[in-house]
């Protein structure tokens, strides 16, 4: 009797506890399906982007499918007890043996077909939102008054002034990056009639556009992002959103005549130097030839503005891709790269910023001059900045550890130009931005090894994981042009990816 009454018990508390393993199960199951429906939610993400960055983003992101993945297993395993339980437990070993077999498939299956129901992180609609806030920033420093339409230098209000050298590289970067065209394309014109309004005239030897307003002559560097700001801004894709049909043979023209002067300032050994041609080639700059030659190459590979100047400027471009390979050094601390003076010898400081920039540069020369890109100075170069950005080096980590605001600037010995009273510019070379450029070039690049190839994706994807310490360098930093750079260069990278890829499923 007594024991018939334990059964009894045994019996019903088994019972119980399969109920409330099935209602346990159920509840699981139903619960990671709403986890799976509110990966789906832009809004969320968009706040955790914003919130953690890509980075926080994507560990809260692994974290959450897991969680619901053993929920989901531990909630279907709960129902298949509970099955087990109600039908099953008194049958034969091989109904009881076949049940859990099949159930171990199914519940296998099922969550392996559930598991694709999360939405995986897609970072390029996070990059195009990041991009319109770029452009917001970049746009909220133009001076209102139409009649001026330039961008200030400065972003916190220490100045109010407008500067040719930032509006140029503003107006690069939001045509790059096709921020919202149509809705700026007042203002992008109006940009464009300051650049023209307070452009040098004369003498033509000093014509361009200074440092500042006031300036008497023109910078080689500014001319070329000037020239590259009209050659972005007659892209098939958005010429027809700034300029009507008549002004565009205007803009060419403007075009014709910036080019004229860029490669007037060609010195006979390849290179170019901030000011006009000398005799003399230690006024030879590595930026200042940098920025030449990519004005060349952007406007050689326009389709308008090669109906303009043809191939005229193909001797050009392939004499100062040569120069820059010649310069290439590589100091006592075996790194290898650029550096603003190349005439300076025994280079101390690293410049990973301005060899990014000539590295991109050279490899997009190589698609007007094609022996460039199987020269083996080049490809030596290529790989020793992947092998530096991946490795790090004995004065910089690697670049997942890098600061994102450790740029280094112009030395004052270099500022200089022998036996002129003219001094250049302290610029600051960026190189987060600039190795995403560069990287976005190399991974499409044929003539480099897989291996090569390879490891260039692996440094873009940790500056992309990055993009959020990215964002607030730019917020943070009282001038513009880092916060155009940026844009620029999350542009190219927008613009490499195939439409299928970049639109989340």
Known sequence: MTNNVDDARLGSGSKSLARISGLLGVTAVIFANITAILTHIDEIRQTLYRLLGINGLLQVHYIYVT??????????????????????????????????????????????FSSHFYRPVVLEPLLKTQVAQFANK?????????????????????????????????????????????VHAQSIRNAFSYLERVRIKEPPAYAGWGYQDSSEWGVTEIDSWVAIAYIYSLRSKIVNAIWDRDTVAAVLERLRRDLSIIAAKQHNEGGWGPIYKTSNPRHMRTFSTVMAVWALVEARRSQLAFTKISDQY?????????????????????IGGWWPNPMHKNQIDEFPGLTAQVLYVLSRATKVVPSLGTDPQLQSAYREFLNSAVQGKSSFPDFSRFSVGSNQRVHDSDRYLEGLPLTVEQSTFLWFPWTVALTTELIADPLLTQTDRERAADVQRILLSRSNELVEFVRKDPVLYPTA?????IGIYLHSIPVSEATPE
């Open 485 to 489: 750079e940026a844009l620029f260069a």
């Open 67 to 112: 969680l619901a993945i053993v929920i989901m297993v531990g909630g279907y395993l709960g129902i298949s007890y509970w099955i087990y339980s109600i039908y099953l437990s008194k049958k034969s070993l091989f109904y009881r043996s076949s049940y859990v077999c099949a159930c171990t498939v199914s519940v296998l299956t099922v969550v392996y």
């Open 138 to 182: 970049i746009f909220a420093q133009q001076v209102d008054d139409p009649a001026k339409g330039g961008f200030r230098f400065s972003q916190t209000g220490a100045s109010t002034d407008a500067q040719a050298w930032t509006t140029a590289q503003s107006l690069a970067a939001v045509l790059v990056a096709e921020a919202d065209i149509s």
């Open 314 to 334: 193909d001797q050009a471009i392939k004499d100062g891709a040569i120069w820059l390979l010649q310069v290439y050094q590589t100091n006592d601390r075996a």
